[in-house]
T-cell receptor, first 115, second 114 residues
Framework: ETGVTQTPRHLVMGMTNKKSLKCEQH?????MYWYKQSAKKPLELMFV???????ENNSVPSRFSPECPNSSHLFLHLHTLQPEDSALYLC??????????????FGPGTRLTVL | AQSVTQLGSHVSVSEGALVLLRCNYS??????LFWYVQYPNQGLQLLLK??????LVKGINGFEAEFKKSETSFHLTKPSAHMRDAAEYFC????????????FGKGTKLSVKP
């Protein structure tokens, strides 16, 4: 595997379900990100992790819970979601999230549908 | 704080025609600027980046962008559009006031007519 991978690519869940999205980067980077991309809305940064520590939470509802066990893996745990949470969830990584120059590499995304 | 404005949410060109996607930024410090492309149901792929070296930056797939400080612009161009260029394009600036997080524009969807 190369670059940034995300699983699953598609997920359909009910509002009472609990599921997790997984992201893995094979680039040796130290920063990882979760973004939400909804139809007709700009890309929304959700969470940022630098060296496994969360450095940004963009007022995300608590029904989204991130986890970063190491610099290569990032999870997004989902529970009691709402239909408006349906979106494409993108994971990204960069060499150093604290640097001014911050080129990010993106995964293919998980298309989430909440029924 | 930095910001990015992409003029035109949708641009349509004929195959073989010039592609011009506009991006203006605001920044109080020399910016780092990026163009990303997103094909349907895929993630974002880096097209090109400006890192304060040459003002004319060449990227993949025949795209290039010119950094113009006086106009605070970083427009993306391609001399001749191809059907495979149909995608959404995002301009981004590195937010040097927020740990270098990227600030994205709202995106421009490019359609290419045969």
């Amino acid at each position: 595997e190369t670059g940034v991978t995300q699983t699953p690519r598609h997920l359909v869940m009910g509002m009472t379900n609990k599921k997790s999205l997984k992201c893995e980067q094979h680039l040796g980077h130290n920063a990882m990100y979760w973004y939400k991309q909804s139809a007709k809305k700009p890309l929304e940064l959700m969470f940022v992790y630098n060296f496994k520590e969360q450095t940004e939470n963009n007022s995300v509802p608590s029904r989204f819970s991130p986890e970063c066990p190491n610099s290569s893996h990032l999870f997004l745990h989902l529970h009691t979601l709402q239909p408006e949470d349906s979106a494409l969830y993108l994971c990204a990584s960069s060499q150093d999230g604290l640097a001014d120059y911050n080129e990010q590499f993106f995964g293919p995304g998980t298309r989430l549908t909440v029924l | 704080a930095q910001s990015v404005t992409q003029l035109g949410s949708h641009v349509s060109v004929s195959e073989g025609a010039l592609v011009l996607l506009r991006c203006n930024y605001s920044s109080s410090v020399p910016p780092y600027l990026f163009w990303y492309v997103q094909y349907p149901n895929q993630g974002l792929q880096l097209l090109l980046k400006y890192t304060s070296a040459a003002t004319l930056v060449k990227g993949i797939n025949g795209f290039e962008a010119e950094f113009k400080k006086s106009e605070t612009s970083f427009h993306l161009t391609k001399p001749s559009a191809h059907m495979r260029d149909a995608a959404e394009y995002f301009c981004a600036v590195s937010d040097q006031g927020s740990q270098g997080n990227l600030i994205f524009g709202k995106g421009t969807k490019l359609s290419v007519k045969p």
